[in-house]
């Protein structure tokens, strides 16, 4: 019954703005966490962001202070508000769940993805 599901990506301008959507079911962020990630053309899928209830909301630096991640509880989404989006932003977005913990290796769950292009 788990299932996260990404969309929101697409073509944006370096500088502009764009949000993903990860709509889970088949769990409770009461007690799990949520993950987005993203994986750069050739290279290695890293962490951007957590939202758990035990750790809050957590950035890696380099997207710090230009993403943010919330939640509606109301439709089970969590969103991923990416502001100031540069060339380098240009991934594959993942989102994932596991326990309550943010940033342990365990995530699961995995999303399709969605791709995320800024031009310049």
Not at 18 to 40: K, N
Not at 45 to 69: M, N, P, Q, W
């Amino acid at each position: 019954q788990l299932r996260l599901v990404e969309s929101g990506g697409g073509l944006v301008q370096a500088g502009g703005s764009l949000r993903l959507s990860c709509a889970y079911s088949g769990f409770s962020m009461e007690t799990y966490s949520i993950g987005w990630f993203r994986q750069r053309p050739g290279g290695e899928r890293e962490g951007i962001s957590c939202l758990s209830s035990r750790d809050g909301a957590l950035y890696a630096d380099h997207v710090k202070g230009r993403f943010t991640i919330s939640r509606d509880s109301s439709k089970n989404i969590v969103y991923l508000q990416m502001n100031s989006l540069k060339p380098g932003d240009a991934a594959v977005y993942h989102c994932a769940t596991q326990d309550i913990r943010c940033w342990p290796d365990t995530y699961y769950g995995w999303g399709q993805g969605t791709q995320v292009s800024v031009s310049s």
